[in-house]
């Protein structure tokens, strides 16, 4: 008799990783789910307190940085940065995680490593502060590569319309906050691999290096600094008038993205911290302008402020034991005229 087994494809190590996944995701928050992993469909109520509560949702993958994980045999970073990069877009708006989803695809389950990958993901709701509701593990023979496998992350916020925080107030003269990010996060490893680890060999990616302070592996696997917490206590303030993640297109694709189209970002080179990683990638032939274009080169997140809250604002991030920079300001923008300016 021919199984489904057979044709590749094992139901009971499925079974075995959903075990394990309702497990781990027991330990989240889960005061508004009512019905969670196992069922054909998740169940959570909106939280009270809302006048005019809008859903906000975000979904996003972890890109090529998963050749790095599978290179080193390490994978329980990448589902933090999975979170990290949904969550990350849904609380621009003032947004708080409401719950998160994911989707592996693989074309042989192998329980531990994903299991390793669904650890990760329960640490990026963690740290995210959402509940982990469900999501599909997709066991598809011949679409991947042994030892291969795919993430999608699908991640459902909520905010109340009056505390939306959508641009909308921006003006002239406001300031750019911006908080430091944790590294590469999870963008641009088209062209870091390009450079590190090249189909004709690299740089041993477990060899230390000591201007990171740890091994190269390490560092492209740093994950995604999660900034659920740092925009609630913006919002808080009642101040935030613009928040932006530096995502995939780097500083000046997406630092200016939420403002109004007749107003960009100045932003000073040098009032904020630039990892080291980012100078080994300049050393290896990539000019700052591609890297600004590419990369988030030290800020994860900008935050435009009134002038006259800029130093309040900061104050209470640094209460909270939270890093802020005023790194640049909202200047006028002409028709064709560059959103974000670098000033060196």
């Not at 900061?314 to 300001?329: M, S, Y």
Request: glycine share 14%; net charge negative; hydrophobic share 45%.
């Amino acid at each position: 008799m021919v199984t489904y087994k057979d044709s590749g494809v094992d139901i009971g190590a499925a079974d075995e990783l959903v075990g394990r996944i309702a497990r781990r995701a027991g330990a989240l928050p889960a005061a508004n789910v009512l019905a969670g992993i196992g069922g054909f469909a998740s169940l959570v109520k909106l939280p009270p307190g809302l006048a005019e509560p809008l859903i906000v949702a975000g979904t996003d993958g972890v890109g090529t940085k998963l050749r790095v994980a599978f290179a080193t045999g390490r994978h329980d970073t990448v589902g933090i940065d999975l979170v990290a990069m949904c969550v990350n877009d849904v609380v621009t708006i003032g947004a708080a995680p409401l719950f998160f989803l994911d989707y592996l695809a693989c074309g042989r389950l192998d329980v531990e490593v994903a299991d390793s990958v669904v650890a990760g993901i329960v640490e990026g709701c963690r740290q995210a502060g959402c509940p982990l509701v469900g999501g599909e593990t997709a066991e598809m023979p011949d679409m991947y590569p042994a030892g291969e496998y795919d993430l999608a992350g699908f991640a459902v916020g909520v905010v109340d319309r009056a505390r939306l925080i959508d641009g909308r107030d921006a003006r002239e003269g406001d300031v750019a906050l911006g908080l430091p990010s944790t590294g590469l996060h999870s963008n641009g490893y088209s062209l870091v691999r390009r450079l590190f680890m090249p189909a004709g060999g690299g740089p041993d990616l477990a060899a230390r290096v000591e201007e990171l302070g740890c091994t190269l592996g390490e560092e492209l696997l740093r994950p995604t600094k999660i900034y659920a917490g740092e925009v609630a206590l913006l919002a808080a303030t009642g101040e935030a008038r613009s928040i932006a993640h530096i995502t995939g297109g780097g500083i000046a694709g997406n630092a200016a993205r939420n403002l109004p189209a007749h107003l960009g970002l100045a932003l000073r080179w040098g009032s904020w911290r630039v990892p080291p990683v980012f100078g080994m990638i300049e050393r290896r032939g990539v000019s700052v302008e591609e890297m600004l274009a590419t990369f988030n080169m030290g800020l994860g997140l900008v935050a435009v402020v009134r002038r006259e809250a800029a130093g309040a604002c900061v104050r209470a991030l640094a209460d909270a034991g939270v890093e802020a920079v005023e790194a640049g300001v909202v200047v006028r923008c002409g028709e064709g005229r560059e959103r974000v300016r670098v000033e060196r």
